[in-house]
């Protein structure tokens, strides 16, 4: 059964505007606070100063960072990559499903990925989007038939999951441990998201 698009969906994507904008806006506050060229590499080390995240970090309490450190990123061909990518695929799930399940996505599963990646390996200074993108990338490649979600953004998903993987293997050898469980959290909002859509349908069938 087509999971059919919310109220929500049929209107504009505005929460992917607002997480597209606070991409930017994170890069810009970055580079402003410590006083680089806007396209210059920003280190991973000075980031902390802005909101990036380690295992110190976490042991003091800053659990915030989590989130902040989302929206925060070291070169600037990763942050347009991410912000290209987020934004295809975060206006293809809002459109259809709504703001909801999008926030879940992005937001839980890059949060849960981050989480992850810094439990994992707390000696590193952990930032970007990326965890949140491939719970994007995930949240699409499960519910596109259900959901009926653009074209695009099925190709978008697949071409992203299959260029940041191999990125992984190529530079870590293996996929970083964030990405993974970015990616297995976003599966999971969308089986979950689509099995409560169903059932509020159901229950709207048999109500009428």
């Known amino acids: 059964m087509t999971i059919a698009p919310t109220q929500a969906g049929a209107r504009k994507p505005v929460l992917s505007l607002a997480l597209v904008l606070a991409i930017v806006l994170g890069w810009c506050w970055s580079a402003h606070v410590l006083q680089l060229p806007f396209f210059a590499s920003q280190k991973s080390l000075l980031l902390m100063g802005v909101g990036a995240v380690d295992g110190a970090a976490l042991q003091r309490g800053e659990w915030w960072r989590l989130l902040a450190s989302q929206f925060l990123h070291v070169h600037s061909l990763h942050m347009m990559f991410n912000l290209a990518a987020s934004a295809l695929l975060a206006s293809a799930i809002e459109r259809r499903c709504g703001p909801a399940p999008l926030a879940l996505a992005f937001i839980g599963g890059g949060t849960l990925g981050q989480l992850a990646s810094v439990l994992l390996r707390p000696d590193l200074v952990s ?82």
């Open 127 to 208: 930032s970007g989007a990326s965890q949140a993108m491939l719970a994007l990338c995930a949240f699409v490649l499960v519910a596109y038939r259900r959901c009926a979600l653009a074209r695009h953004a099925l190709v978008a998903a697949l071409l992203v999951t299959a260029i940041q993987g191999g990125l992984d293997v190529a530079v870590s050898g293996s996929i970083k441990p964030g990405h993974g469980f970015g990616f297995a959290a976003g599966a999971l909002i969308a089986m979950a998201w689509m099995r409560h859509a169903s059932s509020r349908a159901r229950l709207n069938l048999t109500k009428g």
